[in-house]
């Protein structure tokens, strides 16, 4: 270390608590006000997107506390899918029950409705925001006199905190497990700069493993603070390699902890190929009508891409949208020009951070930790289920808010035009963000406007039509019903454009044309979810109620009672035991003319209702018709004695 470098960490630190452009305490108010302003008008939006996996219908997390050991015991998807190797559909499975049991206690003290558990990210994040602060003056002061120590620590935090970016995790109730995973990593940090990396005492270590295992449950990213801490040790306070990984090694065993709880809960995966469906595994291309997977060099240049997009949407994050499945991030290869791009910048800031971290220069740290917190989410590392996400940058993207703020000084130096551009920034920033909340109001709002935006992915596209379908189910017919019908089509054809054998498109289209009571269209679209998978349960339900109410409408609206026998036989053959159908096939039968099946279908009815008056009534006409008065006598007096009036409707 040189002399001068000597003087100047001396200096620092004799300055540490001094010359601060705000106290402490003012900085922390102003920065939950900031997050206030910034979400404020996200706390009454409805639950969205992944929040009925963790929430709403999720069994654990619906039971209050008395779920928290299913949660701490089981696969973070299985209360949700409630069925075995169901949890498993993605890739590595999933082992974050924290979050999930903190919702179990929001659900038990305050209900179920979204508006306490919004409020409790939004107070996190700004609990993120001020630990920010205080760890960046704490590791700013060691190399920085107090005022740029200072402004850098203050203006990463605040444009963290601001970053659109970031409104997937906190606008998203289910962003909950990206808060906690760096809420988490960050205390760890907190405490271990508040005591300088001196004279760290067991309670110490304590405290800080207790954090970081609370991220680690709350999402395995947090794992990479592990590379982080010892990172901070050597860059900031000048300790050496050795040094600084010793620090490391109780939360190295932290971390051995987790993965072995993890292991024991769900086994021994960590990203391995999943199947060959399209929305889990986003690396697969159609040849000859199969999916197959994407060559070595397809595979990197499509994660080169997405790489390359994380770090444009970091600097110009417009616009935004939860959903980067395929054909929104299509396959690449090294012709494209942003795939090529992507390779030369990382390999760039690889090459830049090891440079800058021989000579211990400052800014290092954030090319470095940049590096660190994206691997483990760049499936180059393990597969994530998806190309990209906008929450997956919300740890790594740190490091930006903290170069940017070292940029602004760099340039401005002590003059007010740092202030300027910090203010301009974050108005900017504040614009953008709030607006985005709007999108997150409700699944129709999110899906419908990111369709837009994502247009060729699958999965948005399915997910709009899907919200439209869920909309005009109880509309009366009209223009709006008409216009609305019409943009679910093209939705649901975008999806299955991108994605021919996607299954719940196939159902979500049969759906749509069964609400225009187009039942012959909306049964083709059923029988080729069938076709794809035979033992599709949804599909196989909806076949039955389009059939059933075709035969409704064509014996009841259109008088055809031919064309009302031929759908409810269909039905009847699906399932012998559905109590409607036979009711409506009885019904048929006798108004043919056809007594002795009516009979039948009348008798199948009343084993599966036996206390149905109208039932009785019903066959007694029938055998009234076939000439056996005596049954249909006893019939009808069954019916008198269930319900005596019955006999005079």
Known sequence: MTKNKKKQIKKSNQDKNHGSFLSQKTVCIGLILLTCLLYGNSLFNEYTLDDAIVITDNEFTQKGVSGIIDIFTKDSFHGFFGEAGKDKLVSGGRYRPFTIAMFAIEKTIFGNGPFFHHLINILLYGLIGILIYFVGSNVFNQVFDSEKASFIAFAMAVFFLAHPIHTEAVANIKGRDEIMAFLGSISALFVLTKKSFEHLSFKDYALASLFLFIGLLSKENAITFIMVIPLVAYLFYQKSVLQSFKIALPFLGIAILFILIRTMVIGFDFGSAPSNE??????????????????????????????????QLLIFPYPLTHDYYPNHISLKTFGNPMALLGVITYLGLIGISIWGLVRRKIWSFFTSYYLITISIVSNIVFAIGTHMSERFVFMPSLAFSGLLAMVIYGIAQKSKIKWIVLSSILFIYIILTINRNRVWKDNYTLFTTDAITSSQSAKVN?????????????????????????????????ALAAHPNYVNAYLLQGNTYFYEKKYEEALNQYNKCLRIDPEYKEAKTNKLITLRSAGRYYGEIMNDLNQSLAYLTQAIALDPNDFETNRLIGTC??????????????????????????????????????????????????????????INQ
Do not use: W
């Open 278 to 311: 399209f929305m889990n595994n986003p690396y697969l291309k159609i040849v000859n009508n199969q999916y197959v997977p994407f060559s070595y060099s397809e595979k990197f240049a499509t994660i080169s891409f997405t790489l390359i997009k994380y770090i």
């Open 462 to 494: 399915n997910a709009a039509g899907g919200a439209i379908g869920d909309k005009i189910q109880n509309m009366t017919d009209g223009a709006e019903k008409t216009a609305l019908i019409e943009k679910a089509h093209m939705h649901l054809t975008n």
């Open 589 to 646: 039968y006798g108004i043919m003319g056809n007594h002795e099946n009516a009979v039948k279908h009348f008798t199948k009815c009343i084993e599966l209702d036996p206390n149905n008056a109208s039932l009785y009534v019903s066959i007694g006409k029938a055998y009234e018709f076939l000439g056996n008065i005596e049954e249909a006598n006893r019939a009808y007096a069954k019916a008198k004695s269930i319900d005596p009036s019955v």
